[in-house]
Nanobody, 127 residues
Framework: QLQLVESGGGLVQPGGSLRLSCTAS????????IGWFRQAPGKEREGVSC????????GYADSVKGRFIISRDNAKNTVYLQMNSLKPEDTAVYYC????????????????????WGQGTQVTVSS
């Protein structure tokens, strides 16, 4: 059974950092594009970052560019989202998502393009 599990969320002060992890089970992430999304209360889910299966294509939402870094460790079947210089407006539930990417070219920030999702992890940025 294909499963994604996020971890690493929590409460952090403005300006702080967190690293989110997303570990896959039941399948190998090597051949999947990855997306990180977030959803704040009362708002639509928005794309934060994406990476193609080969890692050659990476994308970020303008709101996080220069502060967040996406990476993957295929040996650990895990993807990461390093979040630096966090702001209160980054507060949301963060989700990872995966979609088969056999051509190593998929990097999209649209939720509808991803078929497998984790359960989410809460990130709260507050003093």
């Amino acid at each position: 059974q294909l499963q994604l599990v996020e971890s690493g969320g929590g409460l952090v002060q403005p300006g702080g950092s967190l690293r989110l992890s997303c570990t896959a089970s039941g399948f190998t992430l090597d051949y999947y594009a990855i997306g990180w999304f977030r959803q704040a209360p009362g708002k639509e889910r928005e794309g934060v970052s994406c990476m193609s299966s080969g890692g050659g294509r990476i994308g970020y939402a303008d709101s996080v560019k220069g502060r967040f870094i996406i990476s993957r460790d295929n040996a650990k079947n895990t993807v990461y989202l390093q979040m630096n210089s966090l702001k209160p407006e980054d507060t949301a539930v963060y989700y990872c998502a995966a979609e088969p990417d056999t051509v190593q070219a998929m990097c999209r920030l649209r939720a509808a393009d991803f078929g497998s999702w984790g359960q989410g992890t809460q990130v709260t940025v507050s003093s």
